[in-house]
């Protein structure tokens, strides 16, 4: 996704991250999750979660949030593997908005497929069959190298500004 927005000159401008939507609530909470890690990798000062269906906010409702912000542009994500109906919707609604309120969306496309993506199916396929149960924290600073925090892989969680580093236990 980081990506994504790069090429697309998107970073550092607000950022909307759009999933599809679910009945699911927790799927939908994912989506915001997913929304606030985008914004961290891609140093958007305002981030928006939408959808583009079953569930709210929708996408135009999304962008308006962003707009209401201050928002002079916005760069659009679609936390999508595949592209369609939906993508194409999508950008009908952009072009939609950007001519009704002048302010345009840089569409920074979908996640896709990518060899990231086929990295991370393989790796829980790997745990599963070893029986490991790993908890959900691909994001976490300590686990995986996270954008301006890649010194913290490996180190014991509170290593850096945290309320359980050593340095601010006395609090």
Known sequence: GRR???EAGGTGLPLAVL???????????????????MADMTGAGLVATGFSGVTWPRVPEALGQL??????????????LAT????????EDFRRFTAETGIEV??????????????LVLARA?????????????????????????ERVGQP?????????AEHRHH
Request: proline residues 7%.
């Open 67 to 80: 707009r209401l912000l201050g928002a002079p542009r916005i760069v659009a994500l679609a936390w999508f």
């Open 19 to 37: 999933a599809r939507g679910s009945s699911d609530p927790d799927a939908n909470a994912e989506a915001y999750r997913v929304g606030r890690l």
């Open 126 to 150: 790997d745990e599963a069959g070893a029986g490991r149960a790993v908890p959900n924290c691909d994001a976490c600073a300590y686990r995986r190298p996270f954008p301006g925090l890649e």
């Open 84 to 91: 369609g109906i939906l993508i194409d919707r999508m950008r």
């Open 106 to 119: 840089v569409d920074a496309g979908y996640l896709g497929t990518g060899p990231e993506v086929a990295e």
């Open 157 to 165: 969680v509170g290593t850096g500004h945290s309320h359980l580093a």
């Open 4 to 6: 994504r927005v790069a």
